[in-house]
């Protein structure tokens, strides 16, 4: 909200039983503000002054209420990480624990680069967990920081920058790098920078709100962030007959190879993504005894971590990506994955809440245990030809497969992106080199009808326009003039 000069001023109430039993109270566009004093002396004295602040034409800030002058004090004495833990605060009560874990690792990695110039740490890895794991956790402040912790918090107060001193870009440049690399020194993967630089952004976003900058400096910044590579290799795509040697590898796999037999093939021939498959009930499937069935999809079980529930729980029930609390997304499901359902069902049955897949213990299955199925099952079902290619690395590889052949099969990309539960944005720019594939099919066709478009003119020049779909017998080309 912008600046307002629309200020008025109350008499100082008293307020008696109270330790702080002066108010001085005032309001800035409507919006109303106080702060309390001990003595009525201290409450005359800062009314007035705020008032002078007034009188001089000086606007106020409707959020706060104070005058300008004041802010840019604030601004000048406020460091990086008081505004990162604001933010952190402000933030939490409406963010899922899996997004609170995302933005504690994106502040822990910067706010070590956001200090005065040639201050170092001398254990950069203990002022990192404090930071991760403390500063900008809030679930952690319930309790001090250990005394380790306590040492490189406070060394951090001391060092950190002030807010005012960031739209230098050598500052800010040498913070957005520190994104780049992990306490090591090495590369961090590119998804990870992209997704700490727009957790840092968002706080930027913020300080510009509360008037510590009139603009985004990130924005104004020359500086390149790595090369994000969202477009799927297809050399790591395998196609319908090395899925089926790989599922086929994973039922006969001992201990849960059988269990997570249904659970793979979710994710290649609904293309379901696995925390949507661990979530999935016998409620939300259609499984008829013959031909296509459905499923209903609701939401996804989300591995957080029990330091960041509210509940101390290591699992969070979300909405489906992207989508609004409440959305469900209907996915067609061929006879093959019908079949391999309803034989689950009957040979392993459903939890007492509905769920079709769970671990032995029937809570929800973990990743690392579904990854260690299937690495196993590769090292069973690939050659070597196909290791070194890096075929189907991840189980993630089974929903890039089951999109690329609904592609490959000539099913409408709008429709490959409902189904998938994606933008078709977003279904392009991972796709692209197997909408090749589709584009090529679709020019089969185009030349097809044009074929048999030419092969219907009569040898008088005469076109029988009910070839032409939309068209009525009547409606005839005669001559190169066309009716209708």
């Known amino acids: 909200m912008a600046m307002s000069y629309k200020v008025r001023f109350w008499e100082i109430s008293e307020r008696t039983g109270r330790q702080k039993g002066f108010e001085v109270r005032w309001t800035v566009s409507g919006r109303e503000k ?91 890895r203990i002022l990192r967990r404090a930071l991760y794991s403390w500063a900008f956790n809030k679930n952690a402040w319930k309790a001090a920081p250990g005394e380790e912790w306590q040492e490189a918090l406070a060394w951090l107060e001391r060092n950190s920058l002030p807010v005012s001193e960031l739209e230098d870009p050598e500052t800010l440049r040498r913070g957005l790098d520190a994104l780049c690399r992990k306490l090591d020194g090495t590369a961090a993967a590119a998804k990870t920078v992209k997704r700490k630089k727009a957790a840092v952004n968002e706080v930027f976003g913020v300080a ?11 924005n104004r910044l020359r500086w390149t962030a790595p090369e994000v590579a969202d477009e799927v290799d297809p050399d790591c795509v395998p196609n319908p007959a090395q899925v089926t040697r790989l599922l086929e590898a994973v039922r006969e796999l001992p201990g849960r190879g059988p269990q997570l037999y249904g659970f793979f093939a979710c994710m290649y021939y609904a293309a379901m993504r696995p925390a949507e498959i661990i979530h999935l009930r016998k409620a939300q499937c259609r499984l ?13 079980v989300i591995t957080a971590g029990k330091e960041w529930t509210d509940d101390g729980s290591v699992h969070e029930i979300h909405s489906l990506k992207r989508r609004a609390a409440k959305a469900t997304r209907p996915v067609p499901i061929p006879p093959v994955l019908v079949r391999i359902l309803r034989d689950h069902i009957e040979q392993f049955g459903v939890t007492p809440d509905g769920r079709i897949f769970r671990n032995a213990q029937g809570n929800y299955i973990d990743h690392s245990a579904y990854g260690i199925t299937w690495n196993r099952a590769r090292e069973a079902a690939l050659t070597l030809d196909e290791h070194t290619l890096e075929l189907a690395k991840r189980p993630y590889d089974l929903r890039h497969a089951g999109i690329s052949f609904w592609l490959a099969s000539g099913v409408d990309p709008a429709e490959c992106a409902r189904r998938a539960g994606q933008s078709i944005q977003v279904l392009f720019r991972h796709y692209a080199k197997f909408l090749t594939e589709t584009r090529d099919h679709a020019n089969h066709l185009i030349e097809d009808s044009m074929r048999r478009w030419d092969g219907s003119a009569e040898a008088d020049g005469v076109v029988l326009a009910s070839h032409w779909p939309g068209n009525t017998p009547e409606q005839l080309v005669r001559g190169g003039k066309q009716a209708g």
């Not at 201290?42 to 002078?52: D, N, V």
């Not at 709100?209 to 990130?218: M, S």
Request: net charge positive; charged share 25%; proline share 8%.
């Open 34 to 124: 106080s702060e309390s004093f001990k003595t009525k002396g201290l409450a005359e004295s800062r009314r007035a002054k705020l008032m002078t602040a007034a009188r001089d034409g000086e606007p106020f800030a409707p959020r706060t209420g104070l005058p300008a002058s004041e802010l840019r004090a604030l601004k000048q004495r406020t460091t990086w990480y008081t505004l990162a833990r604001e933010y952190t605060e402000q933030r939490w009560d409406r963010t899922p624990g899996n997004t609170r874990r995302t933005l504690a690792d994106a502040f822990a990695t910067i706010t070590p680069a956001l200090v005065e110039p040639g201050a170092t740490y001398r254990n950069p």
């Open 208 to 218: 510009v709100e509360r008037g510590y900058f009139t603009h985004n400096p990130l």
């Open 288 to 300: 008829p005894a013959t031909g296509w069935g459905l499923l209903n999809l609701k939401g996804g």
